[in-house]
């Protein structure tokens, strides 16, 4: 069964420095792995997504993820972030059912950034 | 294009009572998705339409909880009757087609407060 572990459930930094939020997943099948993030009272918004190809994958509010298959990680990194990137951060992996074709996202319990000014 | 449209956004109700919410997902999609996100967990898929049909309610409590997307495109999830553990945020999402590459739409969800 597919399951997804964030290790960090929050993470304090200050504004303009480096963050690294941590996922790992497992799962018996090729994957595909998602990053959606939560501002406070809206709902979730996707910031980047691997498929196959490039282990880098680039998305938006300049995040980016790689992906390590030998390790079954997908740690989102955002090289200096802004006090606007304060949100709850959520990995989230899919694959095939192979029952019916259908898709199904697992979610890890998500990690809280918290930017200090 | 609108995105995913959800209500009420907050709703507080006794043990026990009924509860509905409603969603109405992005125009021309055909798959429409309700999660349940108890506070300080992740989203946990409760049921996924494809147009009109159930595709996977394996995690839908079914003796208290039912949905229905009866024309394809709004749908309704129901509580009856609540316990106190349902207190959640409801997240509906919607997308395109099935597909397990694709991006899913949020709404900006339903807080239940079960007292």
């Known amino acids: 069964a597919q399951s997804v572990t964030q290790l960090d459930s929050q993470v304090p930094v200050f504004e303009e420095a480096p963050v690294e939020l941590r996922c790992n997943y497992s799962?018996?099948?090729?994957?595909?792995l998602f990053w959606y993030v939560q501002y406070p009272n809206q709902g979730l918004q996707l910031l980047l997504k691997?498929?196959?190809?490039?282990?880098l994958v680039k998305g938006i509010n300049g995040f980016e993820a790689e992906f390590n298959k030998s390790q079954t990680s997908f740690h989102l990194r955002k090289p200096s972030v802004h006090i606007s990137d304060t949100a709850e951060y959520f990995c989230?992996?899919?694959?095939?059912?192979?029952?019916?074709?259908?898709?199904?996202?697992?979610f890890g319990a998500g990690t809280r950034l918290a930017v200090h000014p | 294009e609108a995105g995913v449209a959800q209500s009420p956004r907050y709703k507080i109700i006794e043990k026990r009572q009924s509860v509905a919410f409603w969603c109405n997902p992005i125009?021309?999609?055909?798959?429409l998705y309700w999660y349940q996100q108890i506070l300080g967990q992740g989203p946990k898929l409760l049921i996924q339409?494809?147009?009109?049909?159930?595709?996977?309610d394996s995690q839908l409590p079914k003796d208290r909880f039912s949905a229905e997307r009866l024309k394809g495109v709004d749908s309704t999830l129901k509580i009856q009757p609540a316990k106190l553990e349902d207190s959640a945020v409801y997240l509906c999402?919607?997308?395109?087609?099935?597909?397990?590459?694709?991006?899913?739409?949020f709404g900006p969800g339903t807080r239940l407060t079960v007292l």
């Open positions: 989230a992996v899919s694959d095939l059912q192979f029952s019916g074709g259908y898709n199904k996202l697992i």
């Open positions: 999402a919607s997308s395109p087609r099935q597909g397990a590459y694709l991006e899913q739409f």
């Open positions: 125009s021309g999609h055909a798959t």
């Open positions: 691997y498929l196959s190809g490039s282990t």
């Open positions: 339409f494809q147009n009109n049909g159930v595709v996977d």
């Open positions: 799962s018996s099948v090729s994957v595909y």
